[in-house]
């Protein structure tokens, strides 16, 4: 047979020549390091030495050694390499994905050692060996954990964590419920019988007398007015403003100013003509002596949040503000976390604040605190 092809080749310690048929078939190869011949297939042994022996000069020593005898039947299959040192071998030129699991079956061509043309893998007997399960990791890779499954989608990186729960229904906006309408000092206009069709002839009446009105609620009623007129002025920087939001127990939030900075339940105190300051729990009004003045205790922010809460999706953060009306000067020492003191011109100092709430939870947190029946449990 004239047409058979010799090839070298030296892998995992190896050098070999082997013999193909034309069309590429293994039928033996010759392994320099033993000094013996291969034969596959018993009617080629004479071929595989004569192929052998013509085309390789140092053959003779190889050929007077003795082939083994191959018996009848499917030929043999070579001994495979360890796969632990194919790994080894094999990972710093291509890494490629390992098994997966210890019962994956992966076909083995034959000879394994050797790299053959697609035709002699076909023609070459195949064993299927199953691979055990990657116990070390490949050479230059460090091992991974694998990740424990996660019950839902992970945060954006960088994302401030939220706390997300299921809102209470809330019952329908109507123009009873609605508190967008309410003015400032509501609860005072009713002490004071400012409301309804009498309230213009008693206010004529009272300017015809040019009497003085002493009565100290009526001070506190102008506050209240001033206090909401400037908070009316940051609704156009976004945010959104509610005035004598009632609680179930008769009091009201004086207003309640909602916008990106957080949520704001103020409140107003008159103090006319004097000059007042605060200072670790205590107001001093002109010279007297401290008294003690509790700001952090107010109910209002607290009643507020769990309001807000119970109707929305999201965290709503409610602080203090106290507003002092009439006062010829303030000094604010020190106060509270979350609270802050300002005079009505003051207020002002809002409107920059953002970060805290979005667009779109702005609105939510005004709609849910302009409907009355959301303040019922508060």
């Not at 769990?306 to 009439?326: I, K, M, N, R, S």
């Not at 947190?365 to 508060?378: F, M």
């Amino acid at each position: 047979m004239q047409d058979l092809k010799v090839t070298s080749w030296q892998l995992f310690g190896h050098d070999r020549l082997y013999v193909n048929l034309p069309d590429g078939t293994a039928i033996g190869w010759a392994d320099r390091g033993s000094g013996t011949i291969t034969v596959l297939h018993p009617r080629y042994r004479d071929a595989v030495t004569d192929a052998l022996a013509r085309q390789v000069p140092d053959l003779p020593a190889l050929v007077g050694e003795e082939a083994p005898t191959v018996p009848p039947g499917p030929p043999p299959v070579p001994r495979i390499p360890p796969m632990r040192g194919l790994r080894r071998r094999g990972a710093a030129k291509e890494p490629g994905p390992l098994p997966d699991a210890p019962d994956a079956q992966v076909p083995v061509p034959e000879p394994a050692e050797a790299p053959q043309p697609a035709a002699a893998r076909r023609a070459a007997p195949e064993q299927t060996t199953a691979l055990p399960a990657v116990s070390e990791p490949v050479a230059g890779r460090e091992a991974e954990p694998e990740p424990a499954p996660e019950s839902g989608p992970r945060p954006e990186p960088g994302a401030a964590p939220v706390t997300m729960r299921r809102p209470a229904v809330l019952p329908a906006l109507t123009p009873a419920n609605d508190l967008s309408q309410r003015r400032a000092g509501n609860q005072l206009r009713e002490q004071l019988g400012e409301t309804g069709a009498g309230a213009f002839v008693r206010v004529a009446t009272g300017a015809l007398r040019r009497h003085k009105d002493t009565d100290p609620r009526r001070g506190a009623l102008a506050g209240e007015r001033r206090v909401g007129a400037e908070l009316k002025r940051l609704t156009r920087h976004g945010w959104r403003v509610l005035h004598s939001v009632p609680l179930p127990d008769g009091t009201e939030i004086g207003h309640l100013l909602i916008g990106p900075g957080g949520v704001f339940a103020v409140s107003t105190e008159h103090r006319p003509g004097v000059s007042v300051r605060i200072e670790d729990g205590t107001l001093r009004v002109d010279d007297e002596a401290p008294q003690p003045y509790e700001l952090d205790g107010r109910p209002g922010a607290r009643r507020a949040r769990e309001a807000l809460e119970a109707y929305c999706a999201f965290d709503v953060p409610v602080q203090t503000v106290l507003v002092l009306t009439g006062v010829t000067a303030l000094e604010v020492v020190a106060v509270p976390a979350g609270v802050s003191v300002y005079r009505e011109r003051e207020v002002s100092a809002l409107a920059p604040l953002a970060g805290v709430l979005t667009a779109t939870q702005v609105e939510r947190v005004y709609d849910v605190a302009r409907n009355a029946e959301a303040w019922l449990e508060a």
